[in-house]
């Protein structure tokens, strides 16, 4: 009997906000809400930024005055709303306008009589380069003369404008280094504490009960970023220190590594003792890592797993890489796009838009987590049935000429994942009741080569008309967590009944697009929660990566456990799950009432070799009450004598 990974609490952070309790979701349909959802929305948004917070039973405003919430909120509404999204880039990262670099120059002596200029004695270069004579200044013993009769070379300092203005920036405000002991920790890492905290605690059950009924190797964590750390104070400070004539921290060749969102959770969030580790798969990482969840959880050897991604890549240099490959939407391109004079206002917020006539994708940050259980200790724990993963299918390209191009493994992994779900939902649930997170870059490459897959999948399955959304036109791409964007979006169709048009596009689809049993949607479609069987997220990344997954909604995770376990099981699961239900919600309100709920313990509870004990059978850990099993089946008895 193979486990069903169940979808128990997810959370995170991108362009949209905050992703537990669905409101990063609810921002991309904020015009299709109810008054009351607009309010709890914004509110979030506005505690996310800074600008609200809750005490003694008062709203309090960034000054800490009490305030009115309703007309509060009325009052910033508009730029709450616009600081999240795609948008201009702002200059909290960095400033686009004055972006530092170095240009060469050779210096020649004129005349032959040398080039004289004055040195701080401890910028002396050694050895002493050909041709400088260098002399004492007797005013400044600190100082040197130096005469130079032969060229040299020197760096200038410049500062350049950025020729890419869009970007999907985490909420304007928002500040994940401010809400922890962040020790000069990369931005990919700072995300990583924020988004999987958000995780964690959205479950509504204490990690500790969990540890207690869960064995320690019982319990994994697949986590990463697939550029790593590469802003200064990670990889890019390695590389770029020397050069700058600075030193290099003992924390930059550490907390560069990709793997390293991972190995935080485990020791500063959860003091995991469990498989961790991460597949870099580039903009496909998130279901890369997924697919290790789902193969644990199905064949028994965990039942506990922890899943996601964190990206930051928004940084000058990043972005020169990009548009080197001319692969990014920069101003240039979007005015020729919109036949918009050289000067004209661009409408940053279109930057992305999948499927019609495009220019580049956007750059976003964003940092994604789910919590998978096996659906035994879901119903033991009565813990919320957020939907279900069915199967996570990957494929590579095969041979290829250019290794960014894409290849035919999109079409193995997105037809795998329709066979998988038809075998769940029927036909007709897959013909009337899925649709298609598409991996929707807004790219030209993409929106043929995709389009062409989806049909050509829909064909094969005979679908007349499947339903297709991009997120990305709403919160840009994010590299490693962009599936973990389609996924958190995902959880929130499954909820609201309500999926995201993609709205950037005015209508249009571009005339390449393979349209055929295809339904591009250019505005929100309201299906009805129950009308929604499971969704199909699509993810291709560079160097020939794909991914797709078969998500299973609510409704059909708990027929199916229902199923295997019965009326009655299921009756005591809802009885447990009203209290965690209530503890989820607690800790949203929480959160929106600008409480700070990270998750960091460092040098906490560090365990020493006295912590272990071992015999033949088992390894015990204080303070642990599951122990580890030493009853290692033998998969090849029949091989062994």
Known sequence: MTNLPVITGFGGINPAGRSSGHHSYRRMIFDSLSEQQKIETQTALAALSGKLSKSNGHWLDAKGQSIELDNYLKSIAKELLAGTLIRRLESNLFDPQRIHFHSRADLSPLNGKGLEFELARKQLPTPTPSGWTVTENPKDPNKVKILAKENFGVLFDRLDKTSVNSAGQLPAGFDPAALYQSRNHPRTLQITVYGASDAINSLGIDWEVIRQHVAPDQIGVYAGSAMGQLDYNGFGGLLQARILGKKVTAKQMPLGYAEMPGDFINAYLLGNLGSNGTNVAACATFLYNLRHAVRDIQTGSHRVVVVGTSEAPIFPESIDGFVTMNALADDASLRKLDKLAQGAEIDYRRACRPF?????????????????????????????????????????????????????????????????????????????????????????????????????????????????????????????????????????????????????????????????????????????????????????????????????????????????????????????????????????????????????????????????????SSISIDDVDKSISLNIKNNYKDMCD
């Open 356 to 616: 019609s006539n495009n220019t580049g994708f956007t750059l976003g940050e964003s940092a994604q987590y789910i919590v998978l259980f096996d659906e035994k200790l879901a119903l033991d724990l009565g813990a919320n049935i957020l939907g279900s993963v069915n199967e996570v299918f990957i494929a590579a390209d095969g041979y290829k000429k250019s290794i960014t191009s894409p290849g035919l493994g999109n079409y193995i992994s997105m037809a795998k994942a329709t066979a998988a779900t038809r075998n769940i939902i029927g036909e007709d649930g897959l013909k009337q009741r899925s649709y298609i997170q598409a991996h929707g870059t807004g790219t030209p490459q993409n929106r043929t080569t995709e389009s062409h897959i989806l049909s050509k999948v829909a064909e094969t399955f005979r679908v007349d008309s499947w339903p297709i959304t991009a997120v990305k036109s709403y919160v840009g791409h994010s590299v490693s967590t962009s599936a973990g964007d389609q996924m958190a979006s995902t959880l929130g169709v499954f909820n609201h009944g309500m999926i995201p048009g993609i709205l950037t596009i005015n209508g249009l689809i571009a005339d390449d697009v393979t349209r055929d049993r295809l339904d591009f949607l250019t505005e929100h479609r309201n299906m009805g929660s129950e009308n929604i069987d499971a969704t199909i997220i699509n993810s291709k990344g560079f160097g020939g990566n794909n991914a797709s997954a078969s998500i299973l909604a609510p409704h059909i995770t708990k027929e199916m456990l229902e199923k295997r376990y019965g009326k009655e099981t299921l009756t005591e699961y809802y009885r447990k799950n009203e209290k965690v239900k209530e503890a989820t919600a607690s800790y949203d309100r929480a959160t929106s009432e600008g409480k700070n709920n990270v998750i960091y313990k460092f040098d906490n509870n560090v365990l020493g070799n006295d912590s272990i004990s071992m015999t033949e």
